[in-house]
């Protein structure tokens, strides 16, 4: 006997998983020099680093996503930006609108 795996309001539920995993972390994008920054909410840090290794991590301190790209872009430079990092730049937004 086959059985399926039913979610109840299975397009909200999805919807709240990927955005409750996207606020936890994502890749922001790669910079110019090459270096990959990544999200990790549980620590409200980016990590960056590349091919040998992390090279900082940069506490937020609540300070937005959004805030640390704009900082990248005037500094470095951005090459591209992760495919995700727009919603999650959005989903950090809100949540540290709504914590202030």
């Not at 470095?76 to 727009?86: D, E, I, N, S, V």
Request: net charge positive; glycine share 8%; charged share 25%.
């Amino acid at each position: 006997m086959s059985t399926i795996c039913s979610r109840q309001n299975s397009t909200d539920t999805l919807a709240t998983e990927i955005a409750d995993a996207l606020a936890n972390s994502f890749t922001i994008g790669v910079d110019k020099q090459g270096h990959i920054h990544h999200y990790y909410r549980p620590a409200d840090s980016v990590i960056v680093y590349d091919a040998t290794g992390v090279r900082f991590r940069q506490h937020l301190n609540g300070r937005t996503v959004r805030e640390w790209c704009m900082f990248v872009a005037k500094d470095r430079g951005w090459k591209h930006t992760g495919q995700l990092a727009h919603i999650g730049e959005i989903v950090d937004t809100r949540r540290k609108e709504v914590e202030a």
